[in-house]
């Protein structure tokens, strides 16, 4: 796709939000797993970065590709909805997510599924591994790059920040952060568990170019991640403001949906609701 894109592609994307948000539903459903709202917020990101601007394709071997550490490895389903779409591996094994025995695990582990880059869902790492890829890269004078999706409660670990400063000593232009700022964690707000404001000036303030966009409008989305790097030698960090839960009108912004699954009338509300 182009850099820019007509209202008929725009469309298409908007469709595959849709129908991802209804496998994410569905597998919740069916699993009892938590964190349906962290995956609900997520989409569009993982759709632009897919379908738009990652150079990785499922046939892709070798270290030489675009790398995506899902560091908010708890949201989980929406990365295997998203790999499903694009043909990483059959559809049908998302009806195992999260049963025991399945490929499928609650949080994302490495092989077990092609596409899955590293293990994730202990928070606060994925920043440094993928500053780690960047400069590998960038030592193997490889032209890809290294993103790392980030939910907004892991921002209150200090070793988030201590590969911020890593990545800004080493000029790591090839690293792309896009923080999915929801707003709401574990317990409660961010704002009231650990405010990250002012976000973008201490990302500034660590050596980033920062921007903000509306995290469910794709063509922002799109237009940041094909605009990065924002600044030569400096690292970009996407701050994108979601809503946990979105696309579901009674999951939108509640607290609840962070562990809560859907029983089956609430399901059959939700597919309502997204058809």
Same mark, same amino acid.
């Not at 919740?28 to 897919?50: D, K, Q, R």
């Not at 907004?152 to 700022?181: P, R, T």
């Given at each position: 796709?182009? #850099?820019?894109?007509?209202?008929?592609q725009?469309?298409?994307?908007?469709?595959?939000?849709?129908?991802?948000?209804?496998?994410?539903?569905?597998m919740?459903a069916?699993s009892?797993?938590?964190?349906?709202g962290?995956?609900?917020s997520?989409?569009e990101?993982?759709?632009?970065?897919?379908?738009?601007?990652?150079?990785?394709?499922?046939?892709?071997?070798?270290? #030489?590709k675009?790398?995506?550490?899902?560091?908010?490895?708890?949201a989980?389903?929406?990365?295997?909805? =998203?790999?499903?779409?694009?043909g990483?591996?059959?559809?049908?094994?998302?009806?195992?997510?999260c049963?025991?025995?399945?490929?499928?695990?609650?949080?994302c582990?490495?092989?077990c599924v092609?596409?899955?880059?590293?293990?994730?869902?202990?928070l606060?790492?994925?920043?440094?591994?993928?500053?780690?890829?960047?400069?590998?890269?960038?030592?193997?004078?490889?032209k890809?790059?290294?993103?790392?999706?980030?939910?907004d409660g892991e921002?209150?670990e200090?070793?988030?920040w201590?590969?911020?400063?890593?990545?800004?000593?080493h000029?790591?232009?090839?690293?792309?952060?896009?923080?999915?700022?929801? #707003?709401?964690?574990?317990?409660g707000k961010?704002?009231? =568990?650990?405010?990250?404001?002012?976000?973008?000036? #201490?990302?500034f303030?660590?050596?980033?170019?920062?921007?903000?966009?509306n995290?469910?409008?794709?063509?922002?989305v799109?237009?940041?991640?094909?605009?990065?790097?924002?600044?030569?030698?400096?690292?970009? =960090?996407?701050?994108?403001?979601?809503v946990k839960?979105?696309?579901?009108?009674?999951?939108?912004?509640?607290?609840l949906?962070?562990?809560?699954?859907?029983?089956?009338?609430?399901l059959?509300?939700?597919?309502r609701?997204?058809?």
């Amino acid at each position: 796709m182009s #850099k820019t894109f007509n209202k008929n592609q725009l469309a298409g994307l908007e469709e595959i939000a849709k129908e991802l948000r209804r496998e994410i539903v569905t597998m919740h459903a069916l699993s009892g797993n938590s964190h349906i709202g962290s995956s609900l917020s997520v989409v569009e990101i993982l759709i632009a970065l897919y379908f738009y601007s990652l150079d990785l394709s499922p046939g892709c071997r070798g270290k #030489k590709k675009d790398r995506l550490i899902f560091s908010k490895g708890h949201a989980s389903s929406s990365l295997y909805a =998203v790999l499903a779409k694009k043909g990483f591996f059959s559809k049908d094994l998302l009806k195992s997510y999260c049963v025991d025995g399945t490929k499928l695990a609650g949080h994302c582990i490495i092989n077990c599924v092609p596409g899955i880059e590293a293990s994730t869902g202990s928070l606060g790492h994925g920043l440094s591994m993928g500053a780690g890829l960047a400069i590998g890269m960038r030592a193997e004078r490889e032209k890809h790059r290294a993103f790392v999706i980030l939910s907004d409660g892991e921002c209150q670990e200090g070793s988030v920040w201590e590969a911020a400063m890593f990545a800004s000593q080493h000029k790591l232009d090839n690293l792309v952060a896009i923080i999915d700022y929801n #707003k709401l964690q574990a317990f409660g707000k961010t704002s009231e =568990v650990m405010d990250l404001e002012p976000l973008s000036k #201490k990302w500034f303030s660590f050596g980033w170019e920062a921007r903000e966009i509306n995290g469910h409008n794709l063509p922002q989305v799109i237009k940041a991640l094909s605009e990065a790097p924002f600044k030569k030698d400096k690292p970009s =960090v996407i701050i994108a403001h979601t809503v946990k839960g979105k696309g579901i009108s009674f999951m939108e912004n509640q607290l609840l949906w962070h562990y809560k699954s859907p029983n089956k009338d609430e399901l059959r509300k939700a597919l309502r609701e997204l058809d």
